[in-house]
């Protein structure tokens, strides 16, 4: 009879997953798929934690992407996200098994073509211009004739060439470069960074302190220029104690900093041309640089980059490998308040408990007992030392021992190959003694061969054969024709040459020939 209560499983072919080994499958199928993307959408809801890592969102009006970008990334942004801004992120998908869900690993953040990239701008600038950083009465007045000038530009490019080229031609002055990157995601920061470092030198100090600033750079698109357009460089062009002439792009680009600064030039010429009133003398001196040095300096480094290149191609992606681990230390980081919490009360319990229990013969009962323990560890950690130190010289001693034969095998070994390289050595000299000769009898046989072949192939041999050469006042006549015109003919045979006298005159057509002529 059949037990009604007896439930026994089916057998099943299908494998048996953990949850590791599935959160796993499903990342590398995400990641696989879909390596690089482009995604368009409104951002929302920003989180900024203090690892300096970004999380936000991606929406429309049907869905939501989670997305993420580390703090290397977003410090090579150029435009970064804010909420309610539609942008075009750029990355790759990937998963957080912590949490079972999938993301973005932006790279990259564009605005969603140019109007939005206006928009906002407008939005900034009004938003600064409430401040009062456009405000005209705060704009200080330009030198006359500053001793020193500080150039805020790219040391590579045109604009340096031709703003010193124009103070050169009007009244050379002291200029001070300060190298910064004129676009892309380093732009903004380096730009603040040299306006605030020439307010910061000293005045009389080792480093002369700038009259007068200069920011410069040249024409380009808007996504160019979008350096100056950042936050950080208006405020610093407004809170500059030194006097600044903006002059970045063309007469017709305008950025932000043209508002803060104290003036604006069309183009890096006019600066320089705003900057000094025409000179009075021209003084050129140019310091020349040690040449091997700085050739030597560059070989270097170029080899040093180029090897520590190939070592890193090797190793995998640090971005790859610390993802995962980032995401989570930033989520164990925004529990860790309320945890820490938890645990304090918890613990403060457990002392109260204790405490209230606690005794003066408890204590002195426990702390006899834990010397007691103590003195019990340390004797057992004397022996344990003590063994280990034996070993340690057992093992060295033997090590010791084989030393030595090695040696003499490794000695004995080099000998012998020795020996066979000076074998090598004598043969290779033999064969290269011997190969001089080889060749010139291979050259003289085919130098015979070849004189032979002439010599067959000669008019002189055709003579021999019954034919005759015949010549007309010199030249090699081939034909009637040209007989008849010559005046002496030679004729050359095998045995040597007959030479016929100079022709008489022709007859008449109606007679024949003179008897005797050859003709």
């Known amino acids: 009879m059949t037990d009604l209560f007896e439930d026994t499983p089916a057998p099943s072919n299908s494998p048996e997953f953990t949850v590791s080994e599935l959160a796993g499958a499903v990342k590398k199928v995400i990641e696989g798929e879909f390596g690089l993307v482009r995604v368009r959408g409104e951002v929302g809801r920003i989180s900024r934690p203090a690892s300096g890592h970004l999380y936000f969102a991606l929406k429309d009006d049907r869905a939501s992407l989670d997305a993420v970008s580390w703090k290397g990334q977003v410090a090579k942004m150029q435009v970064r996200p804010e909420e309610g801004m539609e942008v075009i992120a750029t990355g790759r998908m990937t998963t957080f098994p912590g949490q079972s869900k999938y993301q973005l690993i932006v790279d990259d953040v564009a605005p969603a073509g140019a109007g939005a990239l206006m928009a906002m701008l407008e939005k900034r600038k009004a938003a600064l211009g409430l401040e009062g950083l456009f405000d005209p009465a705060r704009k200080k007045p330009i030198p006359y004739l500053p001793h020193v000038i500080g150039v805020v530009t790219s040391p590579s490019g045109a604009v340096i060439r031709d703003i010193l080229h124009r103070l050169r031609d009007r009244f050379p002055r002291h200029v001070l470069i300060w190298p910064v990157a004129v676009q892309g995601q380093n732009c903004a920061a380096e ?167 606690l005794r003066p013969e408890a204590l002195l009962t426990l702390i006899a007992r834990r010397r007691e323990a103590l003195n019990n560890t340390q004797l057992r950690l004397n022996d344990r030392t003590t063994r280990a130190t034996e070993r340690k010289h057992a093992s060295f001693d033997k090590w010791a021992s084989r030393l030595a034969p090695a040696l003499t095998r490794l000695i004995g070994d080099s000998a012998r190959k020795t020996n066979e390289g000076h074998a090598k050595l004598a043969l290779l000299d033999t064969r290269l003694q011997a190969a001089p000769a080889r060749r010139f009898a291979a050259l003289t046989q085919r130098l015979d061969a070849l004189d032979r072949t002439r010599t067959t192939l000669g008019y002189t041999e055709t003579l021999q054969r019954g034919y005759a050469v015949v010549r007309g006042d010199g030249n090699v006549i081939t034909n009637k024709a040209a007989a008849e015109k010559s005046q002496t003919l030679e004729i050359e045979f095998a045995d040597g040459r007959l030479s016929l006298g100079p022709r008489p005159a022709k007859k008449p057509k109606s007679g024949g020939p003179e008897q005797g002529s050859l003709f």
């Open 191 to 357: 730009v603040a960074a040299a306006i605030k470092g020439f307010n910061a030198l000293t005045p009389g100090g080792p480093i002369p302190r700038p009259d007068l600033i200069i920011v410069a750079r040249g024409g380009g698109s808007l996504e160019d220029l979008w350096g100056f357009n950042e936050e950080i460089v208006v405020r610093a062009a407004a809170a500059s104690q030194i006097p600044l002439i903006s002059a970045v792009g063309h007469e017709t680009d305008t950025t932000l900093i043209d508002y803060a600064s104290d003036l604006r030039a069309p183009t890096p010429t006019a600066a320089a041309e705003l900057a000094v009133p025409v000179r009075l003398d021209l003084i050129a001196t140019l310091d020349a640089l040690t040449a091997r040095q700085s050739r030597g300096i560059a070989q270097t480094l170029q080899r040093r980059d180029q090897r520590l290149r190939d070592l890193t191609r090797a190793l995998p992606r640090l971005e790859t490998l610390l993802a995962t681990p980032r995401q989570r230390l930033d989520t164990a980081g925004q529990r860790l308040g309320g945890a820490l919490g938890m645990a304090a009360s918890k613990k403060r319990g457990t002392y109260a408990h204790i405490a209230s229990r």
